[in-house]
């Protein structure tokens, strides 16, 4: 395109000037146009300011924890964990099939194409079958020599405190597997990390503390009530800490079978429905708050069944989600069987007895 000054010498040299003539305004608008027009200046580019299209090394993006080796996107990531991945260790129960799924298996939580398992609606499996012997052997290569009281008393002062800065708070989903990953970022500038536990988790203080060490390598060093502190190890070198793959989204849960009856098992309908009228009207055992800490529910439930037969477990404003899987800890932790959830009041019966048994006993 030709430029401005171009034009305006050619306008003066070829076109008359008759007054109110088309192209006498013509011109009048050439002339009084700027010659700074940004329009018609020519783009700039870096190298004409001195820079190059390389970025800076403050500029350039680093690569996430667990992404693809080489920086290939389109390389799927391996990882040497000896164990399935899935959203939850320690909430996720492989007693209990799924008899449905809310999203095709297809999509992975992982992101199309990212690790090179595949996804089964609830975990990743592991391509070879995991060697119990060799991740124990890993394990305390790492944990080193056991830490000695002095050592422990040392760390235990400086992490538990509540103004701790390396801490992790563990919710309603348990032990997650984009946890790992920050607990191993922790651990590359501290010797422990806080771990403060809320919610339905804590009914089963004992399973978050075997997953922690399990999947993580680490040791639970500290425990009180709700608080744990988890060591790293002697020997764990930040360089060489596992590739973990994050999940992008939380997946949907799957759709399990249903955890209340119309009939309870051992019981018949009208037997049933005075048992849970009995519950309603009944004082509460305890009454739990949302994001509380349930340590000693189950041991409190557990001594009610000696003398009652049925219990309330008020759990206004816990939500009905958290009432659901406070029901199904209880089931399998007293164990005893949930006959109605209604108005955020968990009615619990305690099942059929063996009065031989019990009596063969208290002889």
Not at 196 to 211: A, E, Q
Not at 292 to 314: C, H, I, P, S
């Amino acid at each position: 395109m030709a430029s401005l000054p171009f034009l305006r010498r050619v306008a003066l040299k070829t076109l008359p000037l008759r007054p109110g003539s088309s192209h006498a305004l013509l011109l009048l608008l050439l002339l009084r146009r700027p010659l700074s027009d940004a329009a018609h200046d020519p783009p700039f580019s870096l190298k004409s300011l001195g820079r190059t299209s390389k970025p800076r090394r403050s500029e350039a993006r680093k690569e996430p924890p667990g992404s693809s080796p080489g920086g290939d996107p389109e390389r799927p990531v391996g990882s040497d964990l000896p164990f399935d991945f899935k959203y939850s260790y320690s909430e996720r129960s492989a007693a209990i099939d799924p008899i449905g799924f809310r999203e095709p298996p297809r999509f992975s939580p992982f992101g199309p194409g990212r690790i090179d398992r595949t996804w089964t609606g609830t975990s990743a499996p592991a391509r070879e079958a995991p060697d119990p012997e060799r991740a124990a052997r890993e394990r305390d290569r790492v944990l080193g020599a056991p830490l000695s009281e002095e050592e422990v008393a040392e760390l235990v002062e400086r992490y538990r405190h509540s103004d701790c800065n390396r801490q992790i708070d563990l919710g309603k989903g348990g032990v997650t597997h984009n946890m790992l990953d920050d607990i191993h970022n922790h651990w590359k500038r501290a010797e422990a990390v806080r771990i403060k536990c809320l919610g339905v988790p804590t009914l089963d203080m004992d399973n978050v503390c075997f997953h922690l060490e399990d999947k993580s390598g680490g040791k639970i060093i500290y425990r009180n009530i709700n608080i744990l502190l988890l060591y790293r190890g002697r020997h764990y070198d930040p360089k060489q800490r596992p590739v973990i793959p994050l999940m992008l989204w939380k997946p949907y849960a799957p759709i399990y079978p249903k955890l209340v009856r119309n009939v309870a098992e051992g019981l018949t309908f009208e037997e049933t429905k005075e048992m849970r009228n009995i519950g309603l009207n009944s004082p509460p055992l305890t009454k739990l708050t949302r994001n509380g800490v349930y340590v000693n529910v189950v041991e409190k439930v557990r001594e009610a069944f000696e003398t009652e037969e049925v219990v309330r477990l008020d759990c206004k404003h816990v939500g009905t989600t958290d009432c659901k899987l406070i029901g199904v800890k209880l089931r399998d932790l007293v164990p005893c069987v949930p006959i109605l959830f209604k108005d955020e009041q968990i009615i619990l019966w305690r099942g059929k007895r063996d009065t031989k048994s019990n009596s063969t006993s208290h002889a």
